[in-house]
Protein backbone atom coordinates (compact mmCIF):
# COMPACT_ATOMS: atom_id res chain seq x y z
CA UNK A 1 0.00 0.00 0.00
CA UNK A 2 3.11 2.62 0.53
CA UNK A 3 4.49 1.56 -2.39
CA UNK A 4 1.49 2.48 -4.14
CA UNK A 5 0.87 6.17 -2.65
CA UNK A 6 4.87 6.61 -3.36
CA UNK A 7 4.60 5.76 -6.99
CA UNK A 8 1.09 6.29 -7.98
CA UNK A 9 0.02 8.99 -6.26
CA UNK A 10 0.26 12.72 -8.23
CA UNK A 11 0.69 10.71 -11.22
CA UNK A 12 -0.07 11.02 -14.70
CA UNK A 13 -1.80 8.43 -17.03
CA UNK A 14 -3.32 9.51 -20.62
CA UNK A 15 -3.80 12.92 -19.26
CA UNK A 16 -5.33 12.12 -16.11
CA UNK A 17 -3.64 12.86 -12.71
CA UNK A 18 -4.39 10.31 -10.38
CA UNK A 19 -4.98 10.55 -6.79
CA UNK A 20 -3.87 7.10 -4.44
CA UNK A 21 -4.80 7.04 -0.68
CA UNK A 22 -5.39 4.61 1.81
CA UNK A 23 -9.03 3.29 2.07
CA UNK A 24 -11.95 4.24 4.54
CA UNK A 25 -14.36 2.35 5.19
CA UNK A 26 -17.64 3.91 7.23
CA UNK A 27 -21.12 3.80 6.31
CA UNK A 28 -22.80 5.80 4.04
CA UNK A 29 -25.47 7.98 5.58
CA UNK A 30 -27.32 6.98 8.60
CA UNK A 31 -28.62 3.20 9.69
CA UNK A 32 -32.39 2.41 9.81
CA UNK A 33 -32.65 -0.87 12.07
CA UNK A 34 -36.92 -0.97 11.70
CA UNK A 35 -35.93 -1.01 7.68
CA UNK A 36 -34.31 -4.07 8.49
CA UNK A 37 -37.02 -5.79 10.90
CA UNK A 38 -39.54 -5.12 7.65
CA UNK A 39 -37.91 -6.69 5.09
CA UNK A 40 -37.30 -9.84 7.83
CA UNK A 41 -41.00 -10.17 8.31
CA UNK A 42 -41.76 -9.84 4.89
CA UNK A 43 -39.29 -12.78 4.14
CA UNK A 44 -40.92 -14.48 6.68
CA UNK A 45 -44.54 -13.90 5.71
CA UNK A 46 -43.61 -14.77 2.06
CA UNK A 47 -42.04 -18.32 3.19
CA UNK A 48 -44.95 -19.58 5.45
CA UNK A 49 -47.26 -18.74 2.79
CA UNK A 50 -45.07 -21.06 0.26
CA UNK A 51 -45.58 -23.57 3.26
CA UNK A 52 -48.83 -23.09 3.34
CA UNK A 53 -49.33 -23.68 -0.88
CA UNK A 54 -46.93 -26.66 -0.10
CA UNK A 55 -48.98 -28.24 2.92
CA UNK A 56 -50.71 -31.42 2.37
CA UNK A 57 -52.73 -31.17 5.76
CA UNK A 58 -56.38 -29.28 5.93
CA UNK A 59 -56.33 -25.80 6.92
CA UNK A 60 -57.28 -24.48 10.67
CA UNK A 61 -60.88 -22.99 10.99
CA UNK A 62 -61.17 -19.51 10.51
CA UNK A 63 -62.33 -17.60 14.04
CA UNK A 64 -60.90 -16.85 17.24
CA UNK A 65 -59.74 -20.34 19.16
CA UNK A 66 -62.12 -21.35 21.99
CA UNK A 67 -61.03 -22.69 25.33
CA UNK A 68 -61.14 -25.79 26.67
CA UNK A 69 -63.89 -25.05 29.49
CA UNK A 70 -66.45 -23.94 26.86
CA UNK A 71 -66.99 -27.30 25.46
CA UNK A 72 -68.63 -28.06 28.65
CA UNK A 73 -72.15 -27.69 29.55
CA UNK A 74 -73.33 -27.12 33.12
CA UNK A 75 -77.45 -28.31 33.73
CA UNK A 76 -79.00 -27.39 37.08
CA UNK A 77 -82.30 -28.87 38.63
CA UNK A 78 -81.75 -32.35 37.23
CA UNK A 79 -82.63 -33.76 40.45
CA UNK A 80 -83.03 -33.60 44.02
CA UNK A 81 -80.73 -35.74 46.38
CA UNK A 82 -83.22 -37.12 48.30
CA UNK A 83 -83.74 -39.10 45.07
CA UNK A 84 -80.89 -41.47 45.07
CA UNK A 85 -81.68 -42.70 48.97
CA UNK A 86 -85.15 -43.90 47.72
CA UNK A 87 -83.62 -45.84 44.80
CA UNK A 88 -79.75 -45.61 43.77
CA UNK A 89 -80.62 -46.86 40.20
CA UNK A 90 -82.36 -43.47 39.66
CA UNK A 91 -78.92 -41.94 39.03
CA UNK A 92 -77.94 -44.71 35.96
CA UNK A 93 -81.77 -43.81 34.64
CA UNK A 94 -80.94 -40.24 34.57
CA UNK A 95 -77.12 -40.21 33.18
CA UNK A 96 -78.44 -41.89 30.19
CA UNK A 97 -81.35 -40.11 29.28
CA UNK A 98 -79.52 -36.98 29.36
CA UNK A 99 -76.58 -38.76 27.10
CA UNK A 100 -79.07 -39.44 24.96
CA UNK A 101 -80.69 -36.28 24.73
CA UNK A 102 -77.28 -34.56 24.06
CA UNK A 103 -75.88 -37.02 21.71
CA UNK A 104 -78.24 -34.97 19.21
CA UNK A 105 -76.24 -31.43 19.43
CA UNK A 106 -72.85 -33.68 18.86
CA UNK A 107 -69.83 -36.14 20.24
CA UNK A 108 -70.83 -35.94 23.97
CA UNK A 109 -66.95 -37.46 25.08
CA UNK A 110 -68.24 -37.52 29.21
CA UNK A 111 -71.51 -37.20 31.33
CA UNK A 112 -71.19 -36.55 35.39
CA UNK A 113 -74.07 -36.67 37.88
CA UNK A 114 -73.22 -34.24 41.34
CA UNK A 115 -75.18 -36.33 43.22
CA UNK A 116 -74.73 -34.93 46.55
CA UNK A 117 -75.13 -30.95 45.06
CA UNK A 118 -78.53 -29.61 46.22
CA UNK A 119 -79.49 -28.09 43.28
CA UNK A 120 -79.03 -31.11 41.17
CA UNK A 121 -76.22 -30.33 38.83
CA UNK A 122 -75.15 -32.33 35.99
CA UNK A 123 -72.27 -31.45 33.75
CA UNK A 124 -72.06 -32.63 29.74
CA UNK A 125 -68.37 -32.50 28.17
CA UNK A 126 -68.46 -32.31 24.27
CA UNK A 127 -65.84 -32.30 21.51
CA UNK A 128 -66.45 -29.05 20.13
CA UNK A 129 -67.18 -26.10 21.94
CA UNK A 130 -69.90 -24.95 19.38
CA UNK A 131 -72.15 -28.02 20.10
CA UNK A 132 -72.07 -27.31 23.38
CA UNK A 133 -73.38 -23.62 22.85
CA UNK A 134 -75.89 -25.39 20.86
CA UNK A 135 -77.17 -27.56 23.97
CA UNK A 136 -77.01 -24.86 26.29
CA UNK A 137 -79.43 -22.93 24.06
CA UNK A 138 -81.88 -25.80 23.27
CA UNK A 139 -82.00 -27.19 27.45
CA UNK A 140 -81.89 -24.07 28.42
CA UNK A 141 -85.25 -23.75 30.10
CA UNK A 142 -86.57 -26.60 29.11
CA UNK A 143 -88.78 -29.35 31.51
CA UNK A 144 -86.93 -32.32 32.71
CA UNK A 145 -89.34 -35.19 34.49
CA UNK A 146 -91.22 -31.80 35.88
CA UNK A 147 -88.11 -29.52 36.41
CA UNK A 148 -87.13 -26.92 34.63
CA UNK A 149 -83.78 -26.75 33.69
CA UNK A 150 -80.87 -24.06 33.70
CA UNK A 151 -77.98 -24.75 30.95
CA UNK A 152 -74.88 -22.51 31.14
CA UNK A 153 -71.27 -22.75 30.06
CA UNK A 154 -68.74 -24.20 32.68
CA UNK A 155 -66.72 -20.70 33.98
CA UNK A 156 -63.45 -23.43 34.30
CA UNK A 157 -63.18 -22.82 38.19
CA UNK A 158 -66.04 -23.59 40.11
CA UNK A 159 -66.21 -27.08 41.90
CA UNK A 160 -69.62 -28.83 42.09
CA UNK A 161 -68.27 -32.18 43.64
CA UNK A 162 -69.85 -32.11 46.84
CA UNK A 163 -67.84 -34.35 50.53
CA UNK A 164 -69.86 -36.35 52.05
CA UNK A 165 -69.82 -35.41 55.97
CA UNK A 166 -69.44 -37.68 58.57
CA UNK A 167 -73.18 -36.92 59.74
CA UNK A 168 -74.63 -37.70 56.23
CA UNK A 169 -72.39 -40.99 56.72
CA UNK A 170 -74.30 -42.41 59.40
CA UNK A 171 -77.48 -41.51 58.72
CA UNK A 172 -77.08 -43.35 55.83
CA UNK A 173 -75.55 -46.45 57.78
CA UNK A 174 -78.54 -46.19 60.06
CA UNK A 175 -80.74 -46.27 56.61
CA UNK A 176 -78.60 -49.78 55.48
CA UNK A 177 -78.73 -51.03 58.67
CA UNK A 178 -82.86 -50.43 59.23
CA UNK A 179 -83.07 -51.87 55.63
CA UNK A 180 -80.94 -55.62 56.64
CA UNK A 181 -83.55 -55.43 60.07
CA UNK A 182 -86.94 -55.15 57.74
CA UNK A 183 -88.77 -58.41 58.01
CA UNK A 184 -89.77 -57.85 54.42
CA UNK A 185 -86.31 -57.44 53.37
CA UNK A 186 -85.10 -60.86 55.72
CA UNK A 187 -88.18 -62.44 54.29
CA UNK A 188 -87.30 -62.28 50.43
CA UNK A 189 -83.42 -63.27 51.69
CA UNK A 190 -84.98 -66.58 53.52
CA UNK A 191 -87.62 -67.36 50.43
CA UNK A 192 -84.55 -66.76 48.15
CA UNK A 193 -82.72 -69.67 50.52
CA UNK A 194 -85.17 -72.11 50.72
CA UNK A 195 -86.14 -71.69 46.31
CA UNK A 196 -81.93 -72.93 46.29
CA UNK A 197 -82.59 -75.45 49.36
CA UNK A 198 -85.51 -76.94 47.56
CA UNK A 199 -83.72 -77.67 44.68
CA UNK A 200 -80.95 -79.93 45.89
CA UNK A 201 -82.36 -83.05 48.52
CA UNK A 202 -79.96 -83.38 51.16
CA UNK A 203 -80.24 -86.83 53.23
CA UNK A 204 -80.25 -86.83 57.50
CA UNK A 205 -76.79 -86.74 58.64
CA UNK A 206 -75.25 -90.63 59.08
CA UNK A 207 -77.53 -91.63 56.19
CA UNK A 208 -75.98 -92.36 52.97
CA UNK A 209 -77.88 -93.49 50.04
CA UNK A 210 -77.32 -96.64 48.54
CA UNK A 211 -74.90 -97.92 46.33
CA UNK A 212 -74.69 -101.00 43.82
CA UNK A 213 -71.92 -102.18 42.13
CA UNK A 214 -72.38 -103.43 38.51
CA UNK A 215 -72.04 -107.29 39.57
CA UNK A 216 -74.98 -107.52 41.54
CA UNK A 217 -77.17 -105.91 39.02
CA UNK A 218 -75.91 -108.63 37.20
CA UNK A 219 -77.30 -111.57 39.83
CA UNK A 220 -80.56 -110.18 40.45
CA UNK A 221 -81.39 -109.87 37.01
CA UNK A 222 -80.03 -113.66 36.57
CA UNK A 223 -82.15 -114.70 39.65
CA UNK A 224 -85.04 -112.83 37.87
CA UNK A 225 -85.02 -115.03 34.87
CA UNK A 226 -84.44 -118.36 36.40
CA UNK A 227 -87.95 -117.79 38.71
CA UNK A 228 -89.43 -117.21 34.99
CA UNK A 229 -88.28 -120.49 33.64
CA UNK A 230 -89.38 -122.27 36.90
CA UNK A 231 -86.17 -123.38 38.29
CA UNK A 232 -84.88 -123.71 42.14
CA UNK A 233 -88.60 -123.25 42.94
CA UNK A 234 -90.14 -125.98 45.16
CA UNK A 235 -93.69 -127.16 45.38
CA UNK A 236 -94.67 -124.53 47.61
CA UNK A 237 -93.81 -121.86 45.24
CA UNK A 238 -91.32 -120.65 46.97
CA UNK A 239 -87.53 -121.00 45.49
CA UNK A 240 -85.54 -123.23 47.06
CA UNK A 241 -82.02 -122.54 48.75
CA UNK A 242 -81.05 -126.09 49.20
CA UNK A 243 -78.67 -127.57 47.23
CA UNK A 244 -78.94 -130.85 47.49
CA UNK A 245 -81.90 -130.72 45.84
CA UNK A 246 -80.16 -130.39 42.39
CA UNK A 247 -79.23 -134.36 42.00
CA UNK A 248 -83.25 -135.37 43.23
CA UNK A 249 -84.48 -136.32 39.32
CA UNK A 250 -81.79 -138.67 38.79
CA UNK A 251 -81.82 -140.22 42.12
CA UNK A 252 -85.63 -141.23 41.25
CA UNK A 253 -84.57 -142.66 37.79
CA UNK A 254 -82.57 -145.17 39.46
Given at each position: ???????????????????????????????D??????????????????????????????????????R?????????????????????????????????????????????????????????????????????G??????????????????Y???????????????????????????????S?????????????G????????????????????????????????P???????????????
Open positions: VQLALRLLDEAEIRGYKLHVEVAKFQLKGEYASKKKKKCKDYKKKLSQQQKQLDWRPEKKDGATRMRHEIVIIRNMFHPKDFEEDPLVLNEIREDLRTECEKFGQVKKVLIFDRHPDGVASVSFKEATEADLCKLTLNRWFGGRQLSAETWDGVTDQVEETAREREERLKVWESFLGDPDAKEQLTTDSDSASSSFKLPEKQPLEFSDTSKEDANDAHKRENNGEGINEDGASTDSSLAGSDGEADT
